[in-house]
């Protein structure tokens, strides 16, 4: 087993300036973005893009990938796309006369899942096991999942037609939901300067390497956050619960994974200890794409739920 050096929090914001600057060299993305997307990775969670075609989101996966020197996987989700095209399959091996394990394009450590609301429950399913417990079973045979390991899911929140919504346990499993949204007008035509003969992703170097990476992540777990800290969070998502617009609130894996990316972030900042303002700027990304609305209401209005019980719950 590979040792992992120590990393403490001012190292682990260094590592993540260096990545969050090289990945601007290739992608025009916003700051809360980019933000969410070093969280989830040092949180070792899950990042779920919706937008539309076109802004970015195969740029940002592959560029951060290419940033932290990590084995790279796309999967284009299709509704014939099956579990096995995702986890592996054992195949046979005639001359041996015995199975052998073909892993599938999860065993990367960044793996872009390209429009995930395009392939059927029965394949998105296939992706629960190892986004939650980084490891996959097939066969009764356990095969454990690369780290670092980071899912980037994408869906176009416009284009419904033959599409399968996210279920509830799916949505879940994504620490962090983040719109790229368009760049502003000086950004896209200095892309289109930059982009016009080349891919700018191919020009970058790495800045750090994936044993850095994991220290990074077992620094962050070391975050110090008091019991104040953590009594603020459970009764953030206890108040989602109880807002008459949700029918189902904040899980207590949402506050799990809230907890997570705050040490997260506190460490991207270069301390040793998570403050109720990491819980604040975080709050919107983790928590408003787990609630399950009240029928008749806006699925807009998730984003005004998390605001309100920020303006509401006092921090302890």
């Not at 980071?150 to 983040?178: H, K, M, S, W």
């Not at 705050?262 to 991207?268: I, M, S």
Request: aromatic share 4%; net charge negative.
């Amino acid at each position: 087993m590979a040792v992992i050096p120590e990393l403490d929090p001012t190292l682990v914001a260094q590592v993540g300036e260096r990545v969050r600057a090289n990945v601007r060299e290739a992608v025009k993305v916003g700051d809360s973005v980019l933000r969410d997307v070093l969280v989830a990775l040092i949180a070792e969670g899950h990042v779920l893009i919706e937008d539309y075609p076109g802004v970015g989101k195969t740029a940002l996966a592959r560029a951060l990938a290419r940033s932290v020197a990590a084995r790279y996987a796309r999967i284009q989700c299709t509704a014939d796309l099956l579990p096995a095209d995702v986890i592996g399959t054992n195949v046979f091996n005639q001359p041996e006369a015995r199975f052998e394990f073909h892993p599938g394009p999860v065993f990367a450590n960044v793996v872009l899942v390209d429009e995930v609301n395009r392939t059927t429950p029965k394949t998105q399913s296939g992706l629960l096991e190892c986004m939650q417990e980084g490891r996959v079973t097939i066969d009764g045979t356990t095969h454990e999942i690369a780290r670092p390991f980071i899912v980037l899911a994408t869906q176009n929140p416009a284009d419904l037609e033959g599409t399968y919504p996210l279920p509830e346990a799916q949505l879940d499993r994504f620490t962090v939901r983040v719109s790229l949204g368009y760049p502003s007008a000086t950004d896209e035509a200095e892309m289109l300067d930059q982009h016009a003969d080349r891919d700018r992703v191919l020009d970058l170097e790495p800045v750090t390497d994936i044993a850095t990476v994991r220290a990074a992540q077992a620094a962050a777990a070391a975050v110090h956050a008091s019991a104040p800290l953590r009594h603020y969070i459970v009764a953030l998502t206890a108040a989602t619960r109880a807002d008459p617009r949700v029918s189902l609130g904040a899980s207590p894996r949402a506050g799990l994974m809230l907890f997570r990316a705050a040490k997260a972030l506190a460490a991207l900042s270069g301390r040793d200890h998570a403050l109720p303002d990491d819980v604040q700027a975080l709050a919107p990304s983790v928590l408003a794409h787990r609630l399950l609305l009240a029928p008749g209401v806006s699925p807009e209005e998730a984003d005004s739920v998390v605001a309100d019980v920020l303006g509401r719950v006092p921090a302890l």
